[in-house]
């Protein structure tokens, strides 16, 4: 039963009263933090990416999808992180509710979804910039033998992570308003050029994929169900909702700010709700005017909005698009280095992980080890391995926590119905069951190679918890958990 045990939830709150961390961020800049670490990849590139290969127009509805399952998680992660503000966010709300194993398990994952994405960003970024100054390939982009500008990003951004909260919140405010100005000039410009001829059919019939695919690319649903491999049609919606999903992953990291914020208990449900009400708006406009602009079957993969502009004659577009790309990317990845360093700081404070990581520095504020030592081996991971094809990995990372996380909020209401929650999921225990059953379905629609390396992923974990978390835990070592 020691693998189930829990953390009293006061004491959660007692040592979240007593954070070493400081509470300097207000619910505006928690808003600005969710659409800095949402508006990324997904908007500049898998928009494209999905029409082509998945849903045609209808990507949209794809987004729409995901979108409305990230709100049904994001109205159970606002139910607990206005309730236990914490550091550890859905790693914290499992060990209070589910117990150690699960929680482990999600801090696990956790560190999978955001280490994964700051590698993934870092050189796509490495590759808008070269782009966008003619720097050489030989250093940057995805054919460097060593991803240098991936590197030079990572370890910039660290230094800022380590810096101070309230300077991470001051550069990711910034690089917002200019990447959500440059989503705001592709949704007025490209009314210009739409052409509601490309939007017919809206859904494209399914068919055979041209190419042929292996079996362990194929979707888990349908190989399980014995469903023959296709795309387009609502399978293909569905399909491309799994990936895009990856546009939404992020605003939980939100949730690990609850220490650093003034007033967590009313402004982390802003912070989260808004931002992904924000962003998700942004997202089916920019989707709706790609897929009118141009063909869906002509879009290019790598820069499908930059490349529809340069089609109907707008260069000038195109460039303050791989601008605002770039910016995009930027905050993407200093939110996430931010988040890393909380969860860190959350699983060596409890002991799964060693407690010297959890230290905190004296003068700044900051997890300062976990981030620099985090940012190392991303760096080290950015350089060499070319990832871009285990996006799906955040994805998979990112709704295993969100199931996990709506699956807590009924478990919660059963064991502490005297709890101050401040914000309530309504209509639960209904809404996160169908919550958690909407990741699971969007998991389901990953191919299965996703699933291999996630268990792969998996089995190292435990094995670092057998071997070390279970005997150096706070809770097995006797050590007060307040602290």
């Given at each position: ?5 829990t ?30 670490v ?21 990507v ?10 990230a ?27 589910l ?20 590698a ?25 033998p060593?991803?240098l ?6 370890a ?13 919140s ?6 917002v ?35 042929s695919t ?21 399978g ?14 992020g ?35 920019v989707?709706?005017?790609l ?27 195109a ?27 959350a ?26 030592g985090?940012?190392?081996l ?14 799906d ?28 929650r ?25 191919d299965?190679?996703?699933w ?6 998996l ?6 918890y ?12 006797g ?5």
């Open positions: 039963m020691s693998l189930l045990r953390l009293p939830v006061e004491d959660v709150l007692a040592r979240g009263e007593r954070s070493s961390l400081q509470r300097r961020l207000t619910g505006r800049d928690l808003i600005g933090f969710g659409i800095g949402i508006i990324g990849t997904g908007v500049f590139t898998l928009a494209g990416v999905e029409a082509k290969e998945h849903a045609g127009p209808a949209v509805l794809s987004f729409l999808i995901g979108g409305i399952v709100a049904l998680a994001a109205l159970c992660y606002a139910e607990l992180a206005a309730s236990v503000p914490t550091a550890g966010s859905a790693y914290t709300y499992a060990y209070a509710t117990g150690e194993l699960f929680a482990w398990i999600i801090g696990w994952d956790l560190l999978l979804e955001f280490s994964l994405g700051v993934v960003v870092a050189r796509s970024w490495s590759g808008y910039v070269a782009n966008l100054l003619g720097l050489p390939g030989q250093w940057f982009g995805e054919d460097a060593i991803n500008g991936a590197v030079l990003i990572i910039v951004l660290a230094v800022v992570a380590v810096a101070g909260i309230r300077e991470s001051w550069l990711t405010n910034g690089l308003v200019i990447k959500v100005s440059v989503c705001v000039l592709v949704i007025v410009a490209g009314l210009f050029f739409f052409n509601g001829a490309n939007l017919d059919p809206f859904v494209p019939p399914a068919r055979p994929p041209e190419a292996g079996a362990l690319e194929q979707p888990l649903l349908q190989a399980v169900a014995g469903i023959e491999q296709s795309v387009y049609g609502f293909g919606v569905l399909t491309a909702a799994a990936v895009v999903f990856f546009a939404y992953t605003f939980e990291a939100l949730a690990n700010l609850g220490e650093e914020t003034r007033r967590p208990r009313r402004d982390l449900p802003v912070g989260l709700l808004g931002s992904l009400i924000a962003c998700t708006l942004i997202y089916v406009l989707a709706i005017v897929a009118a602009m141009i063909d869906y079957r002509q879009l290019d993969e790598g820069a499908p909005l930059a490349a529809a502009f340069q089609t109907v004659g707008q260069p000038w577009v460039a303050v698009i791989s601008l605002g790309a770039v910016t995009g990317l930027t905050s993407v990845m200093l939110v996430n280095l931010v988040t890393i360093g909380r969860i860190g700081f699983m060596g404070r409890d002991g799964l992980l060693p407690q010297r990581i959890s230290r905190v520095h004296r003068r700044r504020g900051t997890p300062h080890l976990v981030t620099i985090a940012a190392a991303i760096a080290l991971l950015a350089a060499f391995v070319p990832i871009s094809e285990l996006s990995m955040v994805s998979i990372g990112a709704l295993s926590g969100f199931l996990i996380v709506c699956v807590a909020v009924p478990v919660l209401r059963r064991t502490r119905p005297n709890l101050n401040p914000f309530r999921a309504p209509f639960s225990p209904v809404l996160p069951i169908v919550a958690a059953l909407a990741c699971l379905y969007l998991m389901a629609n990953l299965i190679l996703t291999i390396r996630f268990g792969a992923w089995v190292v974990g435990l094995a670092i057998f071997l070390y978390g279970i005997r150096h835990a706070r809770l097995a070592t050590e007060p958990v307040d602290t």
